[in-house]
């Protein structure tokens, strides 16, 4: 007799539970609503007749990477800028205004976005479908269609909330990036030698004012840096972008490295690219690690 009550209330519990569970899954308009941290990456490739020796794949690869931000209203609009790099195209310094319209959003919390890039020329229409977890916090994304552009680019995004209002995020400054972060970078260098493939760590220790002292490693094509003084500068604007110019010495130089990007998650963590014409690709996530 105890067993069957066990039972019964077992699976009360559980009829309970499952539909709290989908409600709290259940997505809308609203829950977009906010301002993100995005990133899409990727590339493009072109098929050769051309084979090149193993390990290497044959044709031509264009990398693609794209930081930015975006604030969605409740209708399902948004509004924001990025700045973006593919192949040899580098869409330069300024930020470059951003639309987005959200033209499905399911119960399941999948939907679909549109819009049009113009850059260099190219004027293309986009559309993604979006996949949204955490009740909005979170977004990830992938290209379902590519008009009048370059079709053969593949990407995935991830979106990361900043603040859940439809007014644009108004709340950041030098504080922002004040602690010890952890930047990790994967890159694309033009050299003497051609284009080769570059990885590195970057510890920095940031003051109140956005002035920073670091460690750099980094493995540059067969070249490897294992720890490298080098000094910067954040400048953060109050809609959580910034610029972080890097002072890098090199055999008696200095060399200038200038990057983009936009703080999330009240500034523990950002996306960002380096913008200098000599690195066709670069991206770079950076995560506090202490005061």
């Given at each position: 007799m105890n067993r069957a009550i066990e039972i019964t209330a077992l699976l009360l519990c559980f009829c309970v539970?499952?539909?709290a569970l989908h409600a709290k899954d259940t997505c809308s308009l609203q829950t977009l609503v906010g301002t993100y941290a995005v990133y899409e990456k990727g590339a493009s490739s072109f098929l050769s007749l051309t084979a090149n020796p193993f390990p290497f794949f044959p044709g031509i690869t264009a990398p693609f990477v794209n930081v930015g931000e975006l604030t969605?209203?409740?209708?399902g609009v948004g509004t924001g800028s990025y700045w973006i790099k593919i192949g040899a195209?580098?869409?330069?310094f300024a930020p470059i205004p951003d639309s987005v319209t959200v033209t499905e959003m399911n119960r399941d919390c999948t939907g679909k976005i549109r819009y049009i890039v113009n850059l260099?020329?190219?004027?293309?229409?986009i559309e993604e479908r979006i996949f949204v977890f955490d009740e909005g916090r979170e977004i990830r994304s992938v290209p379902t269609s590519i008009q009048q552009g370059i079709d053969t680019l593949a990407w995935f995004g991830v979106w990361q909330r900043i603040s859940?209002?439809?007014?644009p995020v108004n709340s950041c400054g030098p504080w922002t990036a004040r602690g010890t972060y952890?930047?990790?970078a994967e890159n694309i260098v033009n050299t003497e030698q051609g284009n080769v493939a570059d990885a590195l760590f970057i510890r920095e220790q940031v003051s109140w004012n956005g002035d920073y002292t670091?460690?750099?490693y980094e493995k540059l094509g067969p070249l490897s840096v294992?720890?490298?003084s080098v000094t910067g500068k954040y400048d953060v604007n109050p809609d959580c972008s910034f610029t972080n110019v890097m002072v890098v010495p090199i055999q008696g130089m200095s060399v200038t490295v200038t990057m983009k990007g936009v703080f999330y998650n009240q500034g523990h963590d950002f996306y960002a690219l380096a913008m200098d014409v000599e690195v066709p690709y670069s991206f770079i996530e950076g995560k506090r690690i202490g005061l």
């Amino acid at each position: 007799m105890n067993r069957a009550i066990e039972i019964t209330a077992l699976l009360l519990c559980f009829c309970v539970a499952v539909p709290a569970l989908h409600a709290k899954d259940t997505c809308s308009l609203q829950t977009l609503v906010g301002t993100y941290a995005v990133y899409e990456k990727g590339a493009s490739s072109f098929l050769s007749l051309t084979a090149n020796p193993f390990p290497f794949f044959p044709g031509i690869t264009a990398p693609f990477v794209n930081v930015g931000e975006l604030t969605f209203s409740p209708q399902g609009v948004g509004t924001g800028s990025y700045w973006i790099k593919i192949g040899a195209l580098n869409g330069g310094f300024a930020p470059i205004p951003d639309s987005v319209t959200v033209t499905e959003m399911n119960r399941d919390c999948t939907g679909k976005i549109r819009y049009i890039v113009n850059l260099s020329g190219i004027s293309a229409t986009i559309e993604e479908r979006i996949f949204v977890f955490d009740e909005g916090r979170e977004i990830r994304s992938v290209p379902t269609s590519i008009q009048q552009g370059i079709d053969t680019l593949a990407w995935f995004g991830v979106w990361q909330r900043i603040s859940k209002s439809s007014r644009p995020v108004n709340s950041c400054g030098p504080w922002t990036a004040r602690g010890t972060y952890l930047l990790t970078a994967e890159n694309i260098v033009n050299t003497e030698q051609g284009n080769v493939a570059d990885a590195l760590f970057i510890r920095e220790q940031v003051s109140w004012n956005g002035d920073y002292t670091g460690t750099l490693y980094e493995k540059l094509g067969p070249l490897s840096v294992d720890g490298l003084s080098v000094t910067g500068k954040y400048d953060v604007n109050p809609d959580c972008s910034f610029t972080n110019v890097m002072v890098v010495p090199i055999q008696g130089m200095s060399v200038t490295v200038t990057m983009k990007g936009v703080f999330y998650n009240q500034g523990h963590d950002f996306y960002a690219l380096a913008m200098d014409v000599e690195v066709p690709y670069s991206f770079i996530e950076g995560k506090r690690i202490g005061l």
